[in-house]
């Protein structure tokens, strides 16, 4: 699971906000190995000198202004680009005497094609890591490719 947090970078306590919300998640046993904290209100910083002494102190960090649009296409981009790595993509065909797990499909991953035919329903589905193994046991004498 991709794990995001957006801080407030113009707050003047915003690193004890992070260390906050880092406690709470390692008391939840939340793993945060692939998080990205995203910082937010780059505009009211006073130049990129800022910036850059924050990243070295935060490597997995992007930077953006969601107030002025600054940054958002390459953060959209990094989260496609992180989802795509954690997940595979498979082609599934469904008899239909198995419609009934149709559902399953959609609760197990991204559904982004799907095509009948004369023998059941052909899906295109993108599952995240975290749901392979339970997507292999129902599916797996149905993946084509």
Do not use: C, W
């Amino acid at each position: 699971m991709l794990f995001r947090s957006v801080v407030d970078i113009a707050h003047i306590h915003f690193r004890e906000h992070i260390e906050v919300v880092n406690d709470t998640l390692k008391s939840l046993n939340i793993d945060t190995a692939n998080a990205i904290l995203v910082f937010n209100k780059i505009d009211k910083l006073d130049g990129l000198g800022g910036i850059k002494s924050i990243k070295l102190d935060y490597p997995n960090s992007f930077f953006i202004s969601a107030k002025r649009g600054i940054n958002i296409p390459g953060l959209m981009n990094l989260l496609q680009q992180k989802y795509d790595e954690s997940s595979k993509t498979y082609k599934v065909l469904l008899p239909y005497h198995k419609s009934s797990q149709i559902n399953k499909l959609f609760d197990l991953g991204d559904v982004i094609g799907r095509q009948d035919n004369d023998t059941g329903s052909e899906f295109i589905i993108k599952v995240q890591n975290d749901n392979l193994n339970v997507f292999n046991h129902l599916f797996d004498n149905y993946i084509i490719e």
